[in-house]
């Protein structure tokens, strides 16, 4: 099923409906959204949540034949959290603003899978703007938050997780997604999570391969050693058959090099202090809200902050 922009239009209105406070968004500074979306460390599982949703042939495929990735991986990246924290930290034109734009850009996203891949067979057709790629989406960005934050900085109750998850619901509204559409519960969630990995439809695909190691060289040669650090984070992050599918080494060597930097960075995280630790979107909404205006021109782009997060996380490890 292919979400249309009648579809759109009809969960940005229950989107709107849910909100009390224009200025302060879909979410504001108390919820358990902001608290958890505004760490930095959540990048600790962004190359996860990238791998994953280029596991879905139609992202991949989409990626591939519609983007210029391949100039600038990286950046593109970037702008795909862009585009997530000014809905979730923006007021709440700029978040329906977000959310029109991205559905505007995938109803150009067409094509074919010109491959047999698990459960999608050659020919298939695909669009960005389908329900289930969508869901996938939008469940890798959920569930990859939680387990960074989880990671680093502390175990969530199961309350927590259900109010974060509640929370989230409205954020898939504004891809489309029905609330009802979705389950009813963080464990089920992640159930579903788990079901969608082993249903056949998530599998690494030759443009998805080619994509990762775009998305996972260094940006600059200088961070060479940092991004061979975060290539490893990232592969501890992956369930077992898309790390073999990208084919990242992860054996007993990686696995204990990882359980020494997730416990350097817990110890080092809470020292960086909150210009660094806090994403740029977050602090610009701080601002926004202190003025008492309804909009504060936002920061760079994220890079430089990203960047420097990065290296002070691979060298906390490494020291």
Not at 120 to 132: L, P
Not at 151 to 169: C, N
Not at 185 to 190: I, L, R, V
Not at 280 to 290: K, V
């Amino acid at each position: 099923m292919t979400v249309t922009r009648a579809d759109l239009e009809r969960c940005l209105d229950l989107a709107k409906s849910s909100v009390v406070e224009p200025r302060m968004g879909l979410f504001g500074p108390a919820s358990r959204t902001w608290h958890i979306a505004r760490e930095g460390v959540v990048f600790l599982a962004g190359g996860a949540a990238a791998l994953q949703q280029l596991a879905h042939p139609f992202v991949a495929y989409g990626v591939a034949e519609h983007s210029v990735t391949r100039e600038d991986t990286f950046g593109r990246f970037l702008r795909t959290f862009e585009n997530v924290y000014a809905m979730i930290f923006g007021p709440l034109e700029r978040a329906l603003r977000s959310a029109r734009g991205v559905h505007t850009i995938h109803e150009r996203v067409t094509g074919v899978i010109t491959e047999a891949a698990g459960s999608w067979s050659a020919g298939t057709r695909y669009k960005a703007n389908d329900e289930h790629a969508l869901r996938w989406v939008f469940t890798t960005l959920i569930i990859n938050a939680v387990r960074a934050y989880e990671l680093v900085i502390d175990p969530l109750e199961e309350h927590e997780k259900d109010e974060y998850y509640a929370e989230s619901r409205r954020f898939g509204l504004l891809f489309g997604l029905e609330e009802e559409d979705l389950p009813d519960s963080y464990a089920a969630f992640e159930r579903s999570f788990d079901d969608t990995i082993r249903s056949g439809s998530i599998v690494v695909t030759a443009p998805a391969r080619e994509l990762a190691e775009y998305l996972l060289a260094p940006p600059h040669p200088a961070l060479g050693l940092a991004w061979r650090w975060y290539t490893m984070m990232t592969a501890s992050l992956l369930p077992e058959a898309l790390r073999e599918g990208f084919g990242l080494p992860y054996g007993p060597r990686e696995h204990a090099r990882v359980d020494a930097s997730i416990h350097a960075i817990r110890r080092a995280y809470p020292r960086i202090p909150a210009r660094l630790r806090h994403v740029p979107a977050y602090i610009a909404a701080e601002r926004r809200l202190a003025s008492g205006e309804n909009y504060v021109r936002e920061p760079d782009t994220g890079r430089p902050f990203l960047l420097k997060l990065l290296l002070r996380m691979s060298r906390a490890a490494v020291l």
